[in-house]
């Protein structure tokens, strides 16, 4: 079985993120967003922070200053993009998914090609974050939507996800045939957020 390119599959992820959040305005910052209580600024910050954690692991650090949460600055939109450019230069480099990340925030070390996925799945679903937000859509390609479904269902469920500081909440029920919307629900997001209802199942 072929080893899934989570380096390319996540460039396609941050590109995404860097496509919706560009033409972001002042007034967006202040929206909410699907994620939990965070506003758009809240979002963008803790996405850059991470980021600058993520490159920060994939050169062996373990710099415990790079997962603080960032101010965005006078310019956030500048300030996201240039962290998501750092991070794609960082994933770039020759043999970054044989390498050991430390990941500060888990607490303990993964092969490389593991911690990307784990940062591939936060940007896709950080991605449709964005796009919920500001009232738009995401697209991704199969090859994406299918490696995305398979780092999903390797996430714990249960007591994990109700912990606080946990990535994802609990799975909610979703009917929907859209892949991306059944990838979100199941990590915990309403696929019809803002104003759509759960479906009974």
């Known amino acids: 079985m072929p080893t899934v390119d989570h380096v390319s599959l996540d460039a396609q992820a941050v590109r995404a993120s860097i496509d919706l959040v560009t033409p972001v305005t002042a007034d967006d910052l202040t929206k909410p967003t699907p994620c939990r209580s965070w506003t758009l600024y809240g979002l963008l910050?803790?996405?850059?922070?991470?980021?600058y954690g993520f490159a920060s692991a994939s050169r062996g650090e373990e710099d415990e200053a790079a997962w603080k949460l960032r101010?965005?600055?006078?310019?956030?939109?500048?300030?996201?993009?240039?962290?998501?450019?750092?991070?794609?230069?960082?994933?770039?480099?020759?043999?970054?998914?044989?390498?050991?990340?430390?990941?500060?925030?888990?607490?303990?070390?993964?092969?490389?090609?593991?911690?990307i996925s784990f940062h591939f799945i936060d940007y896709v679903v950080h991605s449709w974050d964005v796009a919920k937000t500001l009232g738009s859509t995401v697209s991704f390609g199969p090859d994406v939507l299918e490696a995305a479904k398979a780092v999903a269902d390797l996430?714990?469920?249960?007591?994990?996800?109700?912990?606080?500081?946990?990535?994802?909440?609990p799975a909610v029920p979703w009917s929907g045939d859209d892949p991306l919307d059944r990838i979100v629900a199941h990590l915990g997001r309403n696929p019809g957020w803002p104003g759509t209802s759960l479906p009974s199942t």
């Open 71 to 115: 101010d965005l600055g006078d310019d956030p939109v500048k300030a996201y993009v240039e962290s998501a450019e750092h991070v794609l230069a960082a994933f770039a480099e020759d043999g970054v998914a044989e390498r050991t990340f430390p990941l500060v925030e888990f607490g303990t070390s993964f092969p490389g090609q593991q911690a």
């Open 155 to 169: 996430v714990p469920a249960g007591d994990f996800r109700l912990t606080p500081g946990s990535p994802f909440g």
């Open 45 to 51: 910050a803790h996405m850059a922070t991470q980021h």
